[in-house]
Nanobody, 122 residues
Framework: QVQLEESGGGLVQAGGSLRLSCVASGLTFSMTGMGWFRQAPGLEREFVAV???????YYADSVKGRFTISRDNGKNTVYLQMNSLSPEDTAVYYC????????????????WGQGTQVTVSS
């Protein structure tokens, strides 16, 4: 079965950086669109970024220019490099596999990891 495992979260000061990783198994990774979402307490899960099979990327406006999504098909891993972090980026970050449809909608993703906590202190 498909399994996704995120890592790399933690506590960082505002202005700092983190790199999240998500290792996938049980799927044809190179052909799968991989997305990152985040969810802060009391809020809905929101789209962060996606990288599709051909390497094309899309970002939420709130992270554009600060976050970079990339993938290593040889390692079945997708990354999220997060720079210039602010307290507003504090959330649990999830990776997910895109199934179909528009990329910024959580219901269009079918498999999800357990999430990794990112906390940005001011």
């Amino acid at each position: 079965q498909v399994q996704l495992e995120e890592s790399g979260g933690g506590l960082v000061q505002a202005g700092g950086s983190l790199r999240l990783s998500c290792v996938a198994s049980g799927l044809t990774f190179s052909m799968t669109g991989m997305g990152w979402f985040r969810q802060a307490p009391g809020l809905e899960r929101e789209f962060v970024a996606v990288i599709i099979g051909d390497g094309t990327t899309y970002y939420a406006d709130s992270v554009k220019g600060r976050f970079t999504i990339s993938r290593d098909n040889g390692k079945n891993t997708v990354y999220l490099q997060m720079n210039s972090l602010s307290p507003e980026d504090t959330a649990v970050y999830y990776c997910a596999t895109h199934r179909l449809g528009v990329y910024d909608t959580a219901r269009n993703y079918d498999f999800w990891g357990q999430g990794t906590q990112v906390t940005v202190s001011s």
